[in-house]
Nanobody
Framework: QVQLVESGGGLVQAGGSLRLSCAAS????????MGWFRQAPGKERAFVAA????????FYPDSLKGRFTISRDNAKNKVYLQMNSLKPEDTAVYYC??????????????????WGQGTQVTVSL
């Protein structure tokens, strides 16, 4: 069992940056691929980023490459999402997720085994 708790969300102006954190419980954290998803009002949940268990490989949708960066610290049981040059369309609830393989997370959220409760990110003009 893995419990995930996100933090770091908030209100930011367009062009600004935020770093989300996800703290994981359990000794098996380092065996999981980790990811971030987001859900905007009235829209389906969408893939944002994923990182392999070792942290050596990461995945992003083309639309977010270059602005968002996922990282993890297995010693601290944490995964991060650095978001730069934020836009109003980045406004959403952001969810931390754990799955067997990071690449699988990048394909569909049905491969997620554990979810966090979500953290709100609001980007204003």
């Amino acid at each position: 069992q893995v419990q995930l708790v996100e933090s770091g969300g908030g209100l930011v102006q367009a062009g600004g940056s935020l770093r989300l954190s996800c703290a994981a419980s359990g000794r098996t954290f380092r065996s999981y691929g980790m990811g971030w998803f987001r859900q905007a009002p009235g829209k389906e949940r969408a893939f944002v980023a994923a990182i392999s268990s070792s942290g050596g490989i990461s995945f992003y949708p083309d639309s977010l490459k270059g602005r968002f960066t996922i990282s993890r610290d297995n010693a601290k049981n944490k995964v991060y999402l650095q978001m730069n040059s934020l836009k109003p369309e980045d406004t959403a609830v952001y969810y931390c997720a754990a799955g067997t393989y990071a690449e699988d997370l990048s394909h569909t959220d049905s491969n997620v085994r554990y979810w966090g409760q979500g953290t709100q990110v609001t980007v204003s003009l």
